[in-house]
């Protein structure tokens, strides 16, 4: 009943259990006094069950309870002494009778000397094992005698000590023990937080990490720990979508922080923090990097040097080549620039990764901007007969942004058009003045993008499925997000599948 009392206001259920146990009280009525503070107990119940709340309540019926208790270890104290006292005094008559026996009957002790000694001894014998809390003990004598007696009142105090002993609060304490046992042998640091924002505990791993004592924090609010320890803080607030990185033993150290909700019957009961430690995933992860920007960068020199050389090949001036020649270096000339675009997307994104990019950030003409990357993709536009359409809010202002990184990405953006466009359509750019930014937009009529795939289309390597383009890295959009993100913009994209895509970005005015 005190624990559903102290879960009333947090949980509706705890009503039904103090109910539940009220009942079985009222139906084991056996001490004194117990009558009275028992339907004491009923009366305030019914009052706290109408929804008075009020501390003063609380306190009576935390008062009756703890009377009720009173009143039943008494008992069990007072039979104990009972059994304790009827031994000692047993003790002393029999040792009377027993002179008085062998002064009389020397023969018959003889005889009987068990009779006596063993039901004392075991009587003896039960309550030490009482006293080291062996509440399992019973002693079993056939008697009818005052030993008799005296054996069957120490086999109830040990059953009702025993049946205290393994009561809901014992079992409660133990599970409590067992829980924080394993929370504190997680390798990940984990810290619990109450529904007003107390620390309810902090495992071993946490308290190395966070440089606190658990001692020192639990019961603490949260917020008042957070403001001298910038670490606890910047996991409380989850500021970083990017791993933390906290160096312990000399050593840098990538930890992901989760946080999880913790409810019951739909009602918050508090908030759990897990720090765990991703180290060497991402050390796997740097040495990825590093290996695709040393192949990229290695790859680079030998590609272009094909490139020239199909292009010192198909000059007229070195010799003229036959239909089946030109054939196959226009296909060695494909294959070089779909590989040097590769290249170039793989070192892009393992500076992206390493956080190595540089930005030139300056005041640049949307206008030009576009401009150049038009002019870059024409070709491409004109082999399937796209018309390009440019409509654009008069009097641009300049947007804060770095031209090469930003026209990079319009000219991706435009390729990818051209690329899932129809021949003989259209491309439809939009640059779209707001209050603070300028908004540029690419619109194709072409396949479109199933709507399953729109939430994965800015993922690395992520390709849709049955594309009829097999030659694309999945880098292309990914790269483009990051440029766009990492100067201040943001990128998204509407489509209508076998109706077209549009591809928006905006970028904040210098």
Known sequence: MSNALNDIKKDTGAIDIFEKNL???????????????????????????????????????????????????????????????????????????????????????????????????????????????????????????????????????????????????????????????????????????????????????????????????????????????????????????????????????????????VYSDKKSMGEVFTLKDITPFKELDLSKTNMLATISHELKTPISAIKMSTQLISDDRVGNLNIEQKELVKNIQEDTERLLRLTAELLNMTQLETGNIQLKIQAVDPQEIVTNSIQAIQVQADQKNIHIELHRTPNLPNVLADPDKTSWVMINLLTNAIKYSRENSKIIINIISGHDQVQFSVQDLGIGIEQQYLSKIFDRYFKIPNSLHKSSTGLGLAISKEFIEAQGGHIEVKSLFQQGSTFTFSLPLA
């Not at 002693?139 to 005698?145: C, T, V």
């Not at 009142?153 to 924080?180: P, W």
């Open 23 to 261: 009942v079985a009280q009222e139906h084991n009525i056996t001490e004194i006094g117990e009558g009275v503070a028992t339907a004491r107990l009923r009366n305030y119940f019914e009052q706290l069950k109408t929804g008075d709340h009020s501390d003063t309540l609380y306190y009576k019926v935390n008062k009756d309870i703890y009377r009720i208790y009173r009143l039943n270890q008494a008992a069990l104290e007072r039979k104990n002494a009972n059994a304790l006292s009827t031994a000692g005094n047993a003790r002393y008559w029999l040792t009377i009778l027993a002179t008085i026996i062998i002064l009389i009957s020397f023969p018959l002790l003889i005889n009987f000397p068990g009779y006596v000694a063993n039901p004392i001894r075991l009587l003896t014998e039960g309550i030490k094992d009482v006293a080291e809390k062996k509440y399992d003990k019973r002693i079993h004598l056939d008697s009818k005698d005052e030993f008799g007696e005296m054996a069957q009142a120490f086999n109830v105090m040990a059953a009702k000590l025993y049946e205290y002993e393994h009561s809901n609060i014992s079992k409660l304490m133990f599970e409590k023990k067992r829980v924080e046992t394993i929370i504190n042998q997680l390798e990940d640091a984990v810290i619990g937080i109450d529904s007003v924002g107390k620390i309810l505990f902090i495992n071993h791993k946490a308290e190395s990490l966070l440089n606190l004592r658990e001692e020192a924090v639990v019961g603490k609010p949260s917020a008042d720990v957070a403001l001298h320890n910038d670490l606890l803080r910047t996991v409380l607030m989850r500021k970083a979508k990017q791993p933390l990185t906290i160096i312990t033993e000399k050593k840098e150290h990538y930890f992901f922080v989760d946080s999880r909700a």
